[in-house]
Each structure stands twice: as C-alpha cells, then as structure tokens.
C-alpha cells in the first residue's frame, strides 16, 4: 500500500496553521534636534539643564517592550501612555479577552493596533509637545515663515551641513520629515515564519517653557506579532 511522505514543507504548514501568536507593543521617544533658542543666552549649566529637560519630556513617552498580556500589569504612570485599543483595563467585555491569535489575524490586529496607536500620538498631546507640522502650519498661515528666525522650523526639507547651525538647530544636517499619517505595506516587515511586524514615526516640537523653542521630537512606533510561547 502506497504511503505518501510527509514532507518538511508540510509539517511547518501543519505547525504554522496550528501554532498561535501574540502581539508585542512598544514606543520610544527621543530628542533629534535641540533648538538653539532653547540654550541662548544660558550658561553651559542652564543650557545642559534644559536639554535634559527636553530629553525628560521626550522619553516620557517611552513603553517598553510589552506583550499584549502583560499590559495589565504596567505600571500606572505607563500604563496611561498606551494608546486607547491597548487600554484592556476599561474594555467592555464577559470574560478574559483573547491575546493569542492565528497568524493571519494576529498580523492584521497588529496593523490595526499600529494605526490606531498612530492616531492617538497625531492626536494626543500637550502645550509642551505638539505635533510639530500642526505648529509649523499655523506658523505659515500667520506669516511668520517669511521671516528668517523659523526657517528651521520646515523639517520637509535638509539642511546643508555648513549653514546648520545658523538655521537654528544644534546638530548634523539630516532630512527629518513629519512623520507618518497612516499605516502603509512600507512600514511592514514580514519574516521568515510568517510573522510581521510594523513601525512608524511620528515627530513633535518640544517647548515646556513657552520660549517659541521647536525642538524636535521623534516618536517611533513598534507593533510585533510573535509566537505566543515568546516571551519578554
């Protein structure tokens, strides 16, 4: 009687069609560009004080490397900085929640969860750290571009290396941009078993003292489907 070979191709078909995966969520933010605006007419001191005051403001925002069922046990203050489809604590619902997933939805919760995280840091924020091409079109509906003092407030467009500085940052020349709008393929990274993942950017103007200081802020998004037995 003919038994047909089972194959290695077909056992991680089999495996991958039965295996279940979980979602890890993390952001990070980071000072790019300190304003000089922000050190002028300080002392080294005042100067160091108030960039690390930037750089405070900027990892406020940090989460680290969570899984999905693990969320509920962040602490408070980190907690508070998920975005609202990662909020589980106040989710109506009878009954545990599911955090593992088949493949192919977990990586389309994990697309979902990106933009919806996406949406929340376009839109959340402070007088202290505001989206910074929100700030830069009021600037230009005003007509306070015209004038040579914001120049480096227009983050589309790179620097030339030489005249960085007197543009106004503190910093190598670089192309900045204003972060991502929405969720796209090229933000996706599928690997090897079957897996995605997706990061995105979004940048604000850092100015906790109300001084017309733009420094820039990156925020960057990573939203990672593993396999459930992964952990940390």
């Known amino acids: 009687r003919f038994v047909p070979k089972i194959t290695s191709i077909a056992i991680a078909i089999a495996q991958k069609s039965s295996s279940m995966f979980t979602i890890r969520y993390s952001q990070k933010g980071s000072l790019r560009k300190l304003d000089m605006a922000s050190c002028r007419d300080c002392r080294p001191s005042e100067a160091d004080a108030n960039q690390d005051e930037v750089i405070e403001l900027a990892e406020s925002k940090n989460v680290p490397p969570v899984i999905l069922k693990d969320i509920c046990d962040l602490d408070d203050a980190i907690y508070k900085i998920l ?16 955090m593992d997933w088949s493949l192919d939805i977990a990586n389309e919760k994990a697309r979902k969860i990106c933009q919806n995280a996406l949406q929340c840091a376009r839109k959340e924020g402070n007088y202290d750290l505001r989206l910074a091409k929100t700030v830069y079109e009021e600037y230009k509906s005003k007509g306070y571009l015209k004038e040579s003092t914001y120049k480096h407030m227009d983050l589309s467009q790179p620097t030339a290396e030489d005249v960085y500085a007197s543009e106004g940052y503190y910093g190598p020349s670089e192309l900045i941009g204003w972060g991502d709008e929405e969720v796209t393929d090229d933000h996706r990274e599928e690997n090897d078993d079957g897996t995605v993942s997706y990061k995105v950017r979004t940048v604000y103007f850092a100015d906790p003292w109300g001084a017309e200081a733009f420094n820039v802020v990156e925020l960057v998004i990573s939203v990672e489907v593993i396999p459930s037995k992964v952990e940390g």
């Open 83 to 98: 975005p609202r489809c990662l909020d589980y604590k106040r989710m109506p619902r009878k009954g545990p929640l599911p």
